[in-house]
């Protein structure tokens, strides 16, 4: 009967949760149970007292339902919320996202690291190479990837006959391929505008761009998160578990510290992390001295430390950022940057995160039967 007492904030039952801590039947029909906390202060626990009482006080030949309250230990809360967490990931929501969409979700631990001009290029590199690729800017208060990619005009809707009303995603052609853009830099009025929302507000509007957005038949959607682990990545990870995490850094110690939480936060999450990416690793003037200006070795010990592998690194180039003021990513044209960036792609189709492509996955093992039935 316990089992249908749900923790409404965890999202499972409390024998699943390790909080059933025992239950004794008097002959009187007096019932005692025991319940944990997953603190003596859970706002929660009258809602769960309600429903233990009401469960077991509907059993037939109970007389009184008694419950005697503890705490959980430290160890038994970290396995009872990794139970909710892998819960979550399993009864994950219906979204937009086609299935067959490799998912990239570029994140960092603090701001400043070059987070949102990494998520540019990646997925332009990716679109260059003849791939459709979907941007979604989750960056909801700190969006600037319009402005980065040169696209501006607002989101438009679009209904199908019988069909509810799709957002439809800003289409730009890179190369082969396209770009199918989303951020709320399409809906506000001024780029400078300065959104005041709450975590709720920020994670239902994420939501509404995984669920109500036209996207089409993606290979890939690079997501760039907001620094930090706050709503919208945890959101972000009960929404779409399939994602892949790439981490960006800076050479510094600090920012390296920092980003290994937003590792611990994903590995937390069940979503994989795909790797490291060092960004203003140095920057090498017209003389060819290079100089480490933001320290030296921070993303190759970040890897090191998570066991992921350190896919490239970004160095210092001015270019970059006058690529990002003028809509142009670097990666479009020459120079150490832009090698760099394709290196990073490069290694993203060919090893880390590679397309979804059934037909070429049954070709390639028709190859290799072949090749061994001629051995």
Known sequence: MLRGVVDPELGADIVELGMAKGARVDHDGTVHVTIALTTAGC????QIQRDVRARIGSLPGVTSVHIDWTELTADERSAAMARARWNVREKAPQTAIPATTKVIAVASGKGGVGKSSVTVNLATGLAQRGYVVGVLDADIWGFSVPRMLGIDGRLQGSRAEGDATRIEPNVVAVGAGRLEVVSMGFLVDDESEALMWRGLMLNRAVQHFLEDVAWGELDYLVIDMPPGTGDVQMGLARMLPRAELLV???????????????ITMARKSYLRVVGVVENMSAFTCEHGATYPLFGDGGGEALAREAGVPLLGRIPLEPGVAAGGDAGRPVVLGSGPAADAFGEIID?????????TDLAGCSARLLSAAAAALDD
Not at 248 to 262: C, D, F, H, I, N
């Open 347 to 355: 290694l993203i189709v060919d090893e880390a995160i590679p397309p």
């Open 248 to 262: 960006v850094t800076t050479p510094a110690l600090a920012a390296q510290k920092v980003a290994s939480r937003a």
């Open 43 to 46: 706002p929660l626990r009258a």
